[in-house]
C-alpha cells in the first residue's frame, strides 16, 4: 500500500474507534436509562459544547498556552541537566539522587507549595508543567548519552575530534529516539499537570477551571465537555510531538514508518 493509503488509514482507524466508543456510550444510556446527572448521553454533551463554545475555547487556549510554555520550559531544562550531569560525573552523583526523591512527592503538595511562593499567576502553573516533563526527559536522555558505544567514542577522540564535535556528532544523535519517547509521553501527562495547575493556581480560567465549576455545580454535561477538551488538548500535543520529531529526524522516522507500514501490512 502507497503513503497515502496508509496516512488515510492512520485517519480512518482512530475516527473508527471514537465512533464506537460514542455509540457504546449511547446504547449503555439508552437501554440502562441512566439519569443525565449521572451520565449525559453523548447528544447531551454535544449540546452542551455548542451552547458554551465560546467559553470552552476560551480555556481551551488557556491550557494550552500554559500547556506549550511549561512543556517547552521542562523539556529544554531537563536536556541541559541531562548533558551536564553525563559530562560531570559528580554533578549527577549530587543530582540524580534529588531528582528521584523530587518524584515521590505528589505533585498536588507541590502545586499548593508553588502557589504560595509565586502566587496565582502564570508561573506556578508554567513550573508544575514544566516538573511533569523535566525528570522523564532526563532520565531517558541520561540512558541516550550512556548507550554510545565507547570504541566510537575512542575511535573518533583518536581522530582529533574535539569534545563540542564528539557531542554533536556522535552524543547527541544517540539521544534522539530516547528524548522523543519521553517527550511522547511527557506530552499527555503534561495536560494533566496544567488541570491540576488550574485546579491549585488559577485565576485566568481554563479547561481546568471549568471542569471544576461544572464539578461544583453537579453539571455532569459541562464536566464530560471539559474532559472532551482536554482528550483534545492531549491529542493536539502528543501530534505536536511526533510532528517536530518528523521534521528534526526526517532520516529516522521516515525510514522508520515505512518499516512499521510494511510490518503492519504483513502481520
Do not use: C
Amino acid at each position: 500500500m502507497n503513503g497515502r493509503g496508509a496516512l488515510v488509514l492512520k485517519v480512518v482507524y482512530p475516527l473508527l474507534a471514537l465512533l464506537l466508543v460514542i455509540v457504546v456510550w449511547h446504547l449503555a444510556v439508552a437501554y440502562y436509562q441512566i439519569p443525565r446527572y449521572v451520565l449525559p448521553a453523548p447528544h447531551d454533551v454535544a449540546l452542551h459544547i455548542a451552547d458554551d463554545w465560546p467559553a470552552l475555547m476560551k480555556g481551551f487556549g488557556v491550557t494550552f498556552i500554559e500547556f506549550l510554555l511549561g512543556f517547552v520550559l521542562g523539556a529544554g531544562a531537563g536536556f541541559v541537566f541531562a548533558v551536564l550531569m553525563d559530562a560531570a560525573q559528580p554533578v549527577r552523583g549530587i543530582l540524580y539522587p534529588i531528582l528521584i526523591v523530587s518524584q515521590a512527592i505528589p505533585i498536588v503538595a507541590i502545586a499548593a507549595a508553588l502557589t504560595i511562593w509565586l502566587g496565582f499567576g502564570l508561573a506556578p502553573k508554567l513550573v508544575i508543567v514544566a516538573l511533569v516533563v523535566f525528570f522523564p526527559v532526563v532520565v531517558n536522555v541520561l540512558d541516550g548519552l550512556a548507550s554510545v558505544d565507547a570504541d566510537l567514542l575512542k575511535l573518533v577522540r583518536a581522530m582529533g575530534a574535539s569534545k563540542l564535535q564528539v557531542f554533536r556528532h556522535v552524543k547527541l544523535p544517540a539521544t534522539y529516539s530516547p528524548l522523543f519517547s519521553a517527550l511522547k509521553l511527557s506530552a499527555t501527562f503534561s495536560v494533566t499537570g496544567a488541570v491540576i495547575a488550574e485546579w491549585t493556581a488559577s485565576t485566568s480560567g481554563g479547561i481546568g477551571a471549568y471542569l471544576l465549576q461544572a464539578n461544583s455545580r453537579l453539571n455532569t454535561s459541562g464536566t464530560f465537555a471539559a474532559i472532551a477538551f482536554l482528550a483534545a488538548l492531549g491529542v493536539v500535543a502528543f501530534l505536536l510531538v511526533v510532528l517536530t520529531e518528523r521534521l528534526l529526524t526526517p532520516w529516522r522516522t521516515s525510514s522508520t514508518a515505512r518499516r512499521w507500514s510494511r510490518a503492519y501490512w504483513r502481520g
